[in-house]
């Protein structure tokens, strides 16, 4: 160092090599200094040099690899067993009454639009079927020319089927008389019960932890649903728990006058699927259920992306229609754009409030292209023969969810006399004795010291070592430069 001359004197390559020489003489990575030693041999030089090469590729190897781990690997799913102090959370009810309009509010509608005689029964039959119609029903909606003829004179849009069968169909959660309202009860308690818009057309929510994103009027109008003041007037909770200590906790969604109904008990951080689970019935149902629950640590949410985790919670939406991400939602999206590639238009019971709103079907597209490819829709992949169809669509699990076990599903006698009216029970008679957590075991924290370690193992390097390295090409290179020598 001493024998280094400033930068004026010397010139071009001979300066830049000196320097280098100068780094490796002073620099804390072992075995650089043993390269520039005058006095070693040159078969030492090279034993060093191999020794370095070869420290630094195996250095870098590790280190990918724990960078690997930290991106793909770091959450696992553990399991919980300390099951006396959790509240579990009772699966959700999602029930559809199968008459949808309200004949009071359809003859308003039709005095006011001068529909009359004959035409007002074809309306009638025309709607009713519409508001019923999903995959596995669309070839029942009536076709014929008396119903051109009645949707022409009175300039019914396809884009608008799905605000005429809300403004036609009677929210009964709003309901004065209690007696004959939709509601959801265990004893003396009242669970929030709302008008949700699924594939099903309009239906009911009972007991969910979703928030009021999801119901029709938010899904229709962009609006959140109006407060019910009856229900408020009630003791009224959100959601219903059970712990290890209760016996059996259940409740019942009821009120529901119609000739028949279609229930669907799922997890209660999840919307209902279209395509399972779904059940018929004329009195009631009683559905005895187990779940158990998926959480998350708390630290999973900050510390991890959706990618590293492989799953995304509520308000993680990534989709286009949909203002909150469930699994069954996005699933749901997955047919709205399959339904858009194959009959260029996507069914009316879809949210559609979106910067380029996708052309909603008539009724005539409805009946001529989706019986078609209704297995297709339904199950998102189609075999046929040899070959298999998929939507290429993937969807997320949910960070946090449950899973619900269907032991019993009965018919419910007498139904109509106990509840006063059709409906359904849900009930858990047994409590988990498990549940999963999603846990982050390697965190940033844990990279920076696992690419430390390895550097440190491998070549003795260390984070002091790491702003050598930078003071020596910056502060003192500029030195250098400026023709201080050091
Ligand atoms: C469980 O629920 C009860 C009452 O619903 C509540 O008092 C208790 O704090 C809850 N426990 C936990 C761990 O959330
Ligand atoms: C139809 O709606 C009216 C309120 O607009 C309500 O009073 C009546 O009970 C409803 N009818 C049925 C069958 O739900
Ligand atoms: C609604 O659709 C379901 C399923 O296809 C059917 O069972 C039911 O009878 C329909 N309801 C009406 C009123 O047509
Ligand atoms: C439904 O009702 C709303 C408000 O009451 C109205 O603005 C809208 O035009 C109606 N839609 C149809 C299709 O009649
Ligand atoms: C949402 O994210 C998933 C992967 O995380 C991706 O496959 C999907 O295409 C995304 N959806 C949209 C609408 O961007």
């Not at 074809?122 to 949707?151: G, K, M």
């Not at 959601?239 to 006058?257: A, E, H, K, N, Y």
């Not at 007498?414 to 008679?429: D, F, P, Y």
Request: glycine share 4%; with cysteine; proline share 3%.
């Amino acid at each position: 160092m001493e024998s280094l001359k400033t930068f004026k004197n010397r010139k071009g390559p001979r300066t830049v090599i000196h320097f280098m020489v100068l780094y490796f003489n002073n620099c804390c990575i072992h075995g650089f200094r043993y390269l520039t030693r005058a006095m070693l041999m040159f078969f030492e030089k090279f034993l060093w040099f191999t020794l370095l090469v070869v420290s630094i590729y195996f250095c870098i190897v590790v280190c990918l690899s724990s960078i690997d781990r930290y991106y793909t690997k770091s959450t696992h799913i553990g399991l919980e067993r300390n099951y006396i102090f959790w509240n579990t959370t009772l699966p959700s009810l999602t029930v559809c009454p199968m008459d949808r309009l309200n004949i009071s509010i359809f003859a308003e509608y039709c005095r006011k639009n001068g529909v009359k005689g004959s035409q007002k029964d074809i309306l009638w039959d025309f709607l009713e079927n519409l508001a019923n119609s999903t995959y596995i029903n669309f070839q029942n909606i009536p076709e014929s020319d008396q119903i051109d003829q009645v949707i022409k004179d009175i300039g019914l849009k396809a884009e608008n089927y799905m605000q005429l069968i809300y403004n036609l169909t009677y929210d009964k959660t709003y309901e004065p008389n209690i007696n004959e309202r939709i509601r959801c009860v265990d004893g003396s308690t009242y669970i929030h019960v709302r008008q949700v818009l699924t594939e099903w057309g309009l239906c009911y929510l009972g007991n969910s932890m979703l928030t009021d994103q999801y119901s029709s009027r938010y899904f229709i109008f962009g609006e959140s649903p109006k407060p019910n003041k009856y229900e408020q007037e009630l003791s009224l909770i959100q959601c219903q728990v059970g712990s290890f200590f209760q016996r059996d906790t259940q409740f019942t969604l009821r009120g529901f006058s119609g000739p028949a109904i279609i229930a669907f008990a799922h997890s209660a951080f999840e919307v209902s699927k279209v395509d399972s689970n779904s059940n018929y019935a004329e009195d009631g149902i009683m559905y005895d259920l187990s779940t158990e629950e998926i959480v998350a640590e708390e630290n999973l949410e900050h510390e991890t992306t959706i990618a590293m985790r492989k799953c995304r919670f509520y308000h993680e939406s990534n989709l286009t229609h949909y203002p909150f991400y469930s699994r069954n939602i996005c699933q749901q999206e997955c047919r709205i754009n399959l339904a858009y590639r194959i009959c260029k238009c996507i069914p009316h019971f879809y949210p559609n409030r979106i910067a380029n709103p996708k052309k909603v079907c008539d009724y005539k597209t409805l009946r001529s292209c989706f019986p078609r490819h209704a297995k297709f829709f339904l199950k998102l992949y189609e075999e046929n023969g040899n070959e298999e169809k998929h939507s290429g669509c993937y969807c997320e699990q949910n960070c946090l969810d449950a899973v619900v076990t269907i032991k019993s599903i009965d018919p419910m006698a007498n139904a109509k006399h106990l509840l006063q009216g059709i409906g359904s029970q849900l009930t858990v008679k047994t409590w988990p004795q498990t549940r999963l957590k999603r846990q982050v075991i390697f965190s940033l924290t844990d990279l920076l010291v696992s690419i430390g370690g390895t550097a440190g193992l491998f070549l003795g390097f260390s984070v002091l070592g790491f702003v050598e390295v930078l003071y020596f090409f910056t502060i003192r290179l500029i030195w250098q430069i400026l023709g201080y020598s050091l």
